[in-house]
């Protein structure tokens, strides 16, 4: 759901938990209850925290556009809800990593800014009304911060962050091709709109590539199924539908946007090299 600058996002008052007296405090039952009371509990300092960052973002440097190439390096990355958000501003907007749930990836969203305020954007999406479902409805969305597209997907929130580092400071030059062959990546398969990769000799990696996504997978040995370790994206994949039943689109930082194939190629192989080299690509689960 996405957040809105009232700074509700969704989350259900801690007063409409009511604890069964009836349950054992043993029980399964009674800890799931117990643990959903004590998150809830907690919503309305949360809420806080997000009104204290859409103040900091709307009032501070980064409201105004600012010279995307001096602020790419400057990422910090601060933890909004405790133990989970984290949130980081850049020249073009910011960045959000949501942490893994229910055994699902880390997500990766990123919200555009233009040097006008909330107000003075929603204004002009006022006097404009743009056709819903068109890319300059969506491109409002995101700068008004209430485009939850998940622009992408990482293993893990520090998964995350590495390839957000590679998309905004790594090198955007060379040929998608030739970079895939010499990281040992070789063309499996090929469908109207996908073309697979798998890796010569690290068994279990596959590299998807079609003209809306790149993403990443892996198959353990003996597993029936493939565990999704990145996906980043030039359309989202199921949260609004535009015009030609395609995806919503998704606006990155310009610097990705014109250079988007490479450096998602890239930040999938840093993906690669991160799985196996803490042994995740060994373990029964894939450990989030």
Request: charged fraction near 25%; proline fraction near 4%.
């Amino acid at each position: 759901m996405p957040y809105d600058h009232d700074g509700h996002d969704g989350y259900a008052e801690a007063s409409e938990y009511e604890f069964n007296a009836s349950f054992d405090y043993r029980s399964e039952a009674y800890r799931a209850t117990a643990d959903d009371a004590n998150q809830m509990a907690s919503a309305e300092a949360q809420d806080e925290a997000e009104i204290r960052f859409y103040l900091d973002f709307w009032g501070s440097e980064y409201g105004p556009y600012a010279d995307p190439a001096g602020m790419m390096e400057r990422l910090d990355w601060q933890p909004i809800r405790e133990g989970s958000t984290l949130r980081a501003t850049s020249g073009e907007g910011y960045w959000q990593i949501r942490p893994p749930k229910r055994g699902e990836p880390a997500t990766i969203d990123f919200n555009l800014a233009d040097g006008r305020t909330y107000f003075e954007i929603k204004a002009a999406y006022d006097a404009e009304r743009p056709t819903e479902g068109s890319d300059a409805y969506w491109r409002y969305c995101s700068l008004l911060g209430m485009s939850d597209f998940d622009h992408g997907y990482a293993d893990t929130k520090e998964d995350a962050v590495a390839l957000i580092e590679v998309l905004m400071q790594g090198d955007a030059s060379g040929d998608a091709d030739q970079i895939l062959a010499a990281a040992g990546f070789r063309l499996h398969s090929t469908t109207e709109s996908t073309s697979t990769y798998r890796h010569a000799t690290r068994t279990g990696f596959s590299l998807c590539i079609s003209p809306e996504a790149i993403y990443l997978e892996f198959q353990k040995a003996g597993w029936t199924h493939w565990c999704n370790l990145a996906r980043l994206a030039l359309r989202g994949d199921g949260l609004g539908m535009d015009s030609n039943e395609q995806g919503c689109p998704v606006f990155w930082p310009e610097r990705i946007t014109q250079n988007f194939r490479v450096l998602a190629i890239r930040a999938c192989l840093l993906m690669v090299d991160r799985y196996i080299a803490d042994g995740r690509h060994m373990r029964r689960t894939n450990g989030r």
